[in-house]
């Protein structure tokens, strides 16, 4: 009987028609064995991810439940403190989602402690990411990109915690109507077209619900998406190591090892998140009762990431001028409407900056250690350092009252540690790790430290080294030699200036300063001159250091009872 070919599965046949008209077949086996390598520090990025994909599951949740209107209502529910007042029906519903749906306080506070927890991981991340060099070529739109989530994420933040429409969250709503205020000659028309009239109106929650459910996240997503699809088209950087080269990944493969890592690791900041909402209250609408614009919370503060351009606005001076009949609210515009966006386009500038200055165009996927990199880390350290004095000034009050002081005086302090801060932590920083250099070259000539203090025949003393580990050293060798950026040739062989000679020269004078006082890793001949030198030392005092079979230890011409001597004795 002659053989029937078998008919083909529902599912494979569909799988094949996919596979033969869009590819996917051979991409997911590729990817699906990529290599991704394995480091805590990458756990940074996602705890970021992974806090966006609880944001995405609490947040629908809430959307059940919400009713984003401003619309006025005698609140009745089960809070019998605020039972009776008026209040608009974002703040009942709020209210109702914290005491009478199961689970919904949970949810709130899950929601609102993963935003943070978003924000913050995405501002370790991105320091991990500077600090390491992992921005350089060729993944400074991945930087770009980073630095736009960032911008994005607090915005989002801003918009969902405006929604409760509670008297601490419309204080912060009647700021940001005063920030759109006062951009000269638009301001008004600004605040107009987005509260629908004059503030309050009764638009901004629905439409500050419409950006945060729809806009924001969508964008994010799609920011997200290419930022992961950027990261397996570059491949993952890693950290040096024997083996590992700008050529290849060394690490686990995406199935089944990666995969399981990952998800295990969901569950962690799933669980980590869900035990920080049910235990640790956050946003208590119920304290602060609803909005009324004739009240101000006393000591009322935004969420942590809007704090530092708040406490610019705490210190800067009231300065205001008037231009052409125009007032111009300098107090208002500069810290505000001026100062973040700057840092923002400095941040995002920040791989293009390096690049320029050290006219390196090479492809870079080892990473450096940030002691390797002084001018580098001393910048981030410095910009860390404005954001941090700027974010304590935002608790200017707070810290008034709890520490007894005068608020006076602390303003005048922020005022000038705001400038001198960031200049001190740079050169604190540089001079840092040019010392850490230091002690790496000293360690790959001479050994390291053993803490055994050796006694010479002629009474001097020294410390006994031993050479590092091959690994370690390896580590400590595997960066490249630096040299400052030079000009071409003036003039060509026409005699002709080359275009940017001045600008050439600045730049020559930055890529100079940059790589000033480096230490550079020691050159072969100084290595193996070094280790010559070990070996001759080492067998010197492997005579001195003999042991009698008594116990006693001879140092040439004495005898010590017990222990080696040490430093400490």
């Avoid at 690049?355 to 080892?366: P, Y």
């Amino acid at each position: 009987m002659a053989a029937t070919p078998k008919k083909p599965a529902k599912v494979g046949a569909v799988a094949n028609w996919a596979d033969e008209r869009l590819g996917l077949g051979g991409a997911m086996k590729k990817n699906l064995r990529k290599v991704f390598p394995d480091h805590w520090s990458f756990m940074l990025g996602e705890i970021a991810l992974w806090s966006f994909v609880v944001l995405l599951l609490t947040g629908v949740f809430l959307t059940l439940w919400f009713d984003p209107s401003m619309a006025e209502i005698e609140y009745q529910g089960s809070f019998d403190p605020l039972r009776g007042v008026e209040m608009s029906r974002s703040m009942a519903s709020t209210l109702n989602i914290s005491f009478d749906v199961r689970g919904g306080l949970l949810m709130r506070q899950m929601h609102h402690w993963a935003a943070s927890i978003f924000i913050a991981s995405m501002m370790i991340h991105m320091m991990r990411v500077y600090f390491t060099g992992a921005f350089r070529k060729p993944r400074e739109l991945n930087w770009v990109i980073g630095c736009l989530l960032l911008l994005l994420g607090t915005l989002e933040g801003f918009t969902g915690y405006s929604l409760p429409d509670d008297l601490l969250s419309g204080t912060g709503v009647r700021a940001a109507d005063g920030f759109l205020k006062a951009t000269p000659v638009v301001g008004s028309y600004m605040s107009f077209f987005l509260f629908g009239g004059e503030f309050p109106g009764d638009s901004i929650i629905p439409r500050l619900y419409t950006i945060h459910i729809l806009l924001i996240p969508g964008l994010l997503l799609g920011l997200i998406a290419a930022h992961m699809l950027l990261l397996v088209y570059h491949k993952h950087t890693q950290w040096p190591g024997p083996g590992r080269t700008e050529e290849n990944v060394v690490g686990f493969p995406m199935l089944p090892v990666y995969a399981a890592k990952a998800g295990g690791f969901f569950f962690i900041v799933f669980g980590a998140t869900a035990v920080m909402g049910g235990l640790l209250t956050i946003n208590p609408v119920w304290k602060f009762g609803p909005y009324d614009p004739t009240k101000v919370t006393a000591g009322s503060q935004p969420d942590w990431y809007m704090g530092w351009p708040d406490g610019l606005l705490r210190i800067i001076p009231g300065w205001e001028s008037t231009i052409f009949g125009e007032p111009i609210s300098w107090n208002i515009m500069i810290p505000i409407l001026i100062v973040p966006p700057l840092m923002l386009v400095i941040l995002m500038l920040l791989p293009f900056i390096e690049a320029w200055i050290t006219g390196d165009k090479r492809e870079h996927h080892l990473l450096e250690r940030p002691r390797n990199a002084p001018t580098r880390t001393a910048v981030m350290v410095s910009l860390m350092t404005f954001y941090g004095l700027a974010w304590a000034a935002g608790g200017n009050d707070l810290i008034a009252i709890r520490l007894d002081l005068s608020i006076n005086q602390i303003t005048y302090f922020m005022r000038v540690a705001i400038f001198l801060g960031p200049a001190l932590a740079f050169y604190i920083t540089r001079r840092w790790c040019i010392s850490l250099q230091r002690h790496d070259e000293n360690k790959l000539l001479h050994g390291y430290e053993t803490g055994v203090i050796m006694r010479s025949p002629e009474g001097g003393y020294s410390e006994r080294h031993l050479p590092i580990s091959e690994n370690a050293a390896y580590t400590l060798t595997a960066r490249d030699r630096e040299q400052a950026w030079t000009p071409s040739q003036k003039v060509d062989e026409n005699g002709v200036a080359a275009p940017g000679g001045r600008l050439d020269g600045i730049r020559s004078k930055l890529s100079t300063l940059m790589y000033a006082d480096n230490v550079q890793k020691p050159t072969a001949a100084e290595l193996e001159e070094a280790h010559h030198h070990a070996e001759h030392e080492h067998a010197l005092t492997a005579a001195l250091d003999g042991h009698s079979a008594d116990g006693h230890q001879f140092d040439g011409h004495h005898a010590v009872e017990g222990e080696n001597l040490r430093g400490d004795h």
